[in-house]
């Protein structure tokens, strides 16, 4: 992409492609092989030519061009749709990129009258609109995405309330909660990520169309129609700022990486509990591989590749924010390079998302593990505590010491907090009785967790109630 482009001229011979007679000579064979951008923003046509139907409406609706020959441009616009979509169009590297590759074939189709369709606008405006054309798409594309996977996973949650598993901090065991309670954080994540897409949707929500190349243009345009046509909700204030800027696209890369690593974390938790130290869940054939050597593995390729391709995402932002970080106003063919790293981010992670989406619908939950694993360390040494502070009056570290106390004899002993004898207690502190006992199982733990958004089973299960809600009922974020 370029500064102002001609509006009318088809290229006669190589030493005038594009730019008329202002060069003598043609391009050296290195740019002709740095310069085109068709090769990837040719994922634009639908947008481009949804762009210049628009633009060409206006300008009839302001009597810039005659109604004929906006009818013929829009006719053969239709056509030119039809083309790529059937993959019958032959893109061109000499025409350097989609603009100018639609703007060609529409002359050859109409004639004179697609000349006319540039007046008022320039390539720079022109990819700026298309630009923010695609990435809302791809906004509300990764948010279908996302409230698919929010709801496989309450679906999880919803058959897994009263499911006991280990709580971890620092991947020790630390509280029993619910499984259903741990589904419940990753669709509060992504619930997060979906509303940061909506902020960004609704900040580049503006039509830079009609901008030009940097200033504004003397026709009398109506950038107002342009932007209801396509769906804005407002023109862009400032010529300047519109062709320059690339926020939006920052903003997405920003938000997608956020997204990306929840989506590993989660693949790292299926990691672990599918190895035979958790065997916390079992992944479904179609998102397991095996070894070629081998025979017993069974191996979370799916997980692993989800882990593995945050990298891109987040080198997507890196990537845009350098090329935008020494720019001055208003366009530099530096930002050519916006699109690559934008398009194989939103690919990767929407690729992700199905997939996770895939293994955490089909996933088998291990209860009788989780149970074994949560039993294994002492994860209701906070509960003891918890009861001498109300029940003796303990001032919580004194109450901590005393149950740091016993969980060094039960470790001795090799047995569980509940499996001490009521005078190994009452030595520790003589305050602990009978009652204690219904205070160490993982039952009295799990179930004595009511505040509101804890594991309790009944607050998991009004947390799905509400999640549904929220995030699937409402259809929102």
Same mark, same amino acid.
């Given at each position: @992409? ?97 603009? @100018? ?33 695609? &990435? ?5 594309? $990764? ?60 900040? /580049? ?53 956020? &997204? ?9 938790? $299926? ?55 020494? /720019? ?23 690729? &992700? ?5 895939? @293994? ?9 593990? @989780? ?107």
């Amino acid at each position: @992409m370029t500064d102002q482009s001609p509006a009318a001229s088809q290229p006669e011979s190589r030493t005038n492609e594009l730019w008329g007679g202002r060069f003598a000579s043609g391009p050296a064979e290195v740019m002709e092989r740095i310069n085109p951008s068709i090769d990837f923003d040719r994922r634009f046509w639908r947008e481009d030519i949804q762009g210049s139907k628009a633009h060409a409406e206006m300008l009839v609706a302001q009597g810039i061009v005659s109604a004929a020959d906006g009818a013929a441009i829009v006719k053969g616009l239709d056509e030119i749709w039809g083309e790529i979509e059937s993959g019958r169009f032959k893109f061109s590297r000499a025409l350097e990129d989609i603009h @100018m590759n639609v703007e060609s074939r529409l002359r050859e189709i109409v004639g004179e009258p697609a000349g006319r369709l540039h007046t008022a606008r320039s390539r720079n405006d022109q990819v700026a609109l298309d630009m923010k054309l695609w &990435c809302r798409g791809a906004i509300d594309d $990764l948010d279908v995405e996302l409230k698919a996977l929010q709801a496989a996973l309450i679906d999880q949650a919803e058959r897994h309330t009263d499911t006991v598993m280990p709580g971890f901090t620092h991947l020790q065991v630390a509280q029993p909660i619910t499984f259903g309670h741990h589904m419940l954080a990753y669709v509060e994540m992504f619930g997060r990520d979906r509303g940061r897409l909506a902020d960004c949707r609704r900040r /580049l929500n503006e039509s830079p169309i009609g901008s030009a190349a940097l200033a504004g243009t003397p026709y009398p345009i109506d950038r107002f129609h342009t932007a209801s046509a396509l769906g804005f909700d407002r023109p862009t204030p400032n010529s300047l700022d519109s062709v320059s800027d690339r926020d939006y696209a920052m903003e997405l890369m920003a938000a997608a990486g956020i &997204c990306a690593v929840h989506m590993s974390r989660l693949a790292e938790e $299926l990691v672990l509990w599918t190895t035979a130290q958790f065997r916390f869940v079992r992944l479904s054939d179609g998102f397991s591989t095996g070894s070629s050597i081998m025979p017993q593995k069974r191996n979370p390729d799916a997980a692993e590749l989800v882990r593995g391709k945050v990298g891109r995402v987040l080198g997507a932002f890196t990537a845009l924010s350098l090329v935008m970080k020494g /720019l001055p106003l208003a366009y530099s063919k530096d930002m050519q390079e916006d699109k690559e790293p934008v398009f194989d981010a939103v690919d990767t992670l929407g690729l &992700c998302i199905a997939a996770m989406t895939g @293994m955490i619908a089909d996933m088998e939950a291990n209860p009788a593990a @989780m149970r074994r694993a949560v039993e294994a360390g002492f994860p209701t040494a906070t509960d003891l505590a918890d009861w001498l502070v109300r029940e003796a009056s303990l001032p919580f570290r004194d109450a901590h010491h005393v149950a740091g106390r016993l969980v060094k004899e039960a470790e001795t002993r090799d047995c569980g907090l509940a499996d001490l004898p009521l005078d190994v207690m009452q030595a520790a502190h003589p305050a602990l009785d009978e009652r204690i006992y219904k205070v160490v199982s993982v039952e009295a733990s799990v179930n004595a967790r009511t505040s509101y958004g804890g594991t309790a089973p009944e607050r998991v299960r009004e947390q799905v109630v509400e999640a549904r809600r929220r995030f699937l009922d409402g259809g929102g974020s």
